[in-house]
Nanobody, 114 residues
């Protein structure tokens, strides 16, 4: 499944961004049940999971973003979102979306300035 992530950019600490990940070539019967996730990779660090959402909408978050980030999905648009609020400089990195079939998007870069 091809995934397209976008919405990254520059933001000051305390600000917000919304990332989107869509699967334009997927059909809804394939996309809807998939568990989708956002990962991020900070410079010089390993890729880490940020948030997951199941096909039924159950969400989980890493401790570092819990209470600040919200993952959601719109199955009619075959899109998953990551609402990032109260961002911190340590949120800087390249954000990737992923599905439980092992597909990855190309990444979208987020830079948070202090």
């Amino acid at each position: 499944v091809q995934l397209q992530a976008y919405g990254g950019g520059y933001v000051q600490a305390g600000g917000f961004l919304r990332l989107s990940c869509r699967a334009p070539r997927s059909i809804t019967s394939v996309f809807n049940p998939r568990t989708m996730a956002w990962f991020r990779q900070a410079p010089g660090k390993q890729r880490e999971a940020v948030a997951h959402i199941t096909g039924r909408g159950t969400t989980t978050y890493s401790d570092s973003v819990k209470g600040r980030f919200t993952i959601s999905r719109d199955n009619s648009r075959k899109t998953v979102y990551l609402q990032m609020n109260a961002v911190k400089p340590e949120d800087t990195g390249v954000y990737y979306c992923n599905d439980d079939l092992g597909s990855w998007g190309q990444g979208t870069e987020v830079t948070v300035s202090s």
